[in-house]
Structure formats: C-alpha cells, structure tokens
C-alpha cells in the first residue's frame, strides 16, 4: 500500500481544459506512476504505449472527464498487456472512457471520495457515430478480455444514455466489480498534494466549441457535469449529427467572461440546408472534481 501512497504524491495532476496530459515519473521500489489527466482524444493510446514502454512495472493514475471511447479502450488493453495497477486519486473524477480504462488494472484503487462512473457507449467509427448496441458490443469484448463477470459487463453496458452511473462501494459487490481503497490517511495526504487544474471558464467553454466545430460529441460531452451528459444539447450522438452535417462548420466568434463561471460567446454556422447563423450564447460553467465543466447553456439569438 506504500507505494500507493509515494505514486499519488509523486504524479502531477494539471493540463489543458481539453487536452490529456500523459506522463511518467520514477518510484520506489521500481515502481513508476503513469498520470493520465484530462480529456482523452484519438491517439492518445499511442502516446500512452510510447511512455509506458520505459517501465516494467506501473501504477497508471487516472483523473480524466472522459473523452473518447477508442482511447480510453485501447490504454486499457496496453495497462492489461503490461500487467499495471491503476487508481483514481482521493477528490478526483474518472468517468465515461476514463472508468473503462481503470477497469484493466490489476489491481484496480478507488478511494471513498473518488468519482468514478459509466456512462453509455457512443462511438464514432470511420466518421460515423455507431449504434449503441455496437458500441456495447465492443466495450463487452473488451471487458471479457480484462477477465470480468458476466455481471460487471451487464453492469457497464447498461450504464444509462442520459447521466452517469456511480460505482460505490455499496453498488461494486453485485456488480462484481472488485477493487482496494486507499489507506485514510494516505488518502489524506494525497489529496493535500494533488494539483487541481485551474478555475478557468474560459479555457474549458473554448475547448467546447473547437469540440463542437469538430463535430466531435464524445470530446465535448465530456466538458459537461456528468449528470448532464446525454441530454439534450449534450448528447453525443446528436452533436456529431448535426455539427457533423454543416456545409460551413461552426466558427467561434468571440467570446467574454461574465462574472466568475459565466462566458458570452458568439459564433456562426451554415448548415447543409444552407441556413445560415450568426448566434450568441450564454454558457455557465462549475468548478467541481478539481475542474471547471459546462452546467448550462442558453442561446440567445435562437441558433
């Protein structure tokens, strides 16, 4: 359990509001501590391999909103392959692609104030969104290959379209999804020396909009409070349908911060019936989990 302990003090916990931030730093005991933080994005799997090929034997340390589910599986199969431990830091969020990577630790850590949770399978393939029920076929392949239950699989894969699906120490036994709590006190000390990123609104409603011109659902739902994700202007599916269909993409056009939590943004689109907007919204974000995150969003020019 030491070694727990020296890995969370060890790694730091920043990056950009929608970026991952992958990196390495030695232990004792020759043990190493990978920190994946931030939004997952296509390729990250690849840098992940890169750096994890340096160690032999390593505890992966997740604190990531989600992001996309491709990266999120393939990580978990490189952590599978080279026989790594993975955990959740004391105070921090895993959810969505991030909790499907913690799945492939062995063994897996979750301290009492950790946030970890599921959330609906969308996947886009070849420029594509896939059906739900392909996308859980494909998370069920993956979580048969980690060894897990017929009813962790039941569990994940039904994991609802709308919010997020906690896993607690209540709800782990019959979801027969196993994993060790951290020490208190380590826990305690951890937390103390964990790096939050920064409150910053701006950074985080910017990257939601590239996200949106990009048609990119998985990436930008992950900017959203979990509990929201999936829900109307937040669903997945819906942003990469119609984003995805623009004859010219969205453009941010500007954008100013009001109050603390709050940015005006402005912007404009064509979509592929030729109608054009020139909108604004206002977006209001919250600081939760050590990140700043999208609750609500209210268009004001009715595009």
């Not at 490189?78 to 105070?91: M, S």
């Not at 992950?222 to 993409?249: L, Q, Y």
């Not at 009001?258 to 979509?271: E, F, H, K, L």
Request: hydrophobic letters at 45%; proline letters at 5%.
């Amino acid at each position: 359990m030491r070694y727990v302990l020296a890995g969370l003090l060890a790694v730091g916990l920043a990056g950009p509001a929608a970026a991952v931030e992958i990196n390495r730093e030695a232990g004792d005991d020759g043990i190493d501590f990978i920190s994946v933080t931030g939004v997952l994005n296509e390729g990250d799997d690849a840098t992940f391999r890169k750096i994890a090929a340096a160690s032999d034997n390593a505890m992966v340390v997740l604190n990531s909103e989600g992001g996309s589910v491709t990266a999120g599986i393939e990580i978990g199969r490189a952590i599978k392959l080279r026989g790594f431990a993975t955990a959740v830091p004391p105070g921090s969020l895993c959810a969505s692609a991030c909790a499907l990577t913690w799945l492939a630790g062995s063994p897996r850590f979750l301290d009492s104030t950790s946030k970890l949770g599921f959330h609906a399978a969308y996947r886009v393939v070849n420029g594509k969104a896939s059906e739900s029920g392909v996308g859980n076929a494909l998370v069920g392949a993956y979580l048969n290959q980690n060894g897990l239950p017929d009813n962790a699989i039941i569990y994940v894969t039904s994991a609802p379209p709308e919010g997020i699906e906690w896993l607690t120490a209540d709800k782990a036994p019959a979801a027969g999804i196993s994993y060790e709590s951290l020490l208190p006190e380590a826990a305690l000390t951890a937390a103390q020396e964990v790096k939050a990123l920064p409150h910053d609104p701006m950074a985080t409603v910017t990257a939601f909009y590239s996200a949106l011109s990009a048609a990119d659902g998985e990436t930008a739902s992950a900017m959203v409070v979990p509990d929201k994700r999936g829900k109307g202007p937040f669903n997945e599916a819906s942003i990469h349908a119609f984003f995805g269909a623009m004859s010219e993409p969205l453009k941010l056009t500007g954008t100013k911060l009001r109050g603390d939590d709050g940015v005006r943004v402005s912007y404009q689109y064509t979509t592929d019936a030729g109608r054009r907007c020139q909108g604004r919204a206002d977006v209001q974000t919250v600081y939760v989990f050590g990140k700043t995150l999208i609750s609500r969003i209210k268009a004001l020019d009715g595009c």
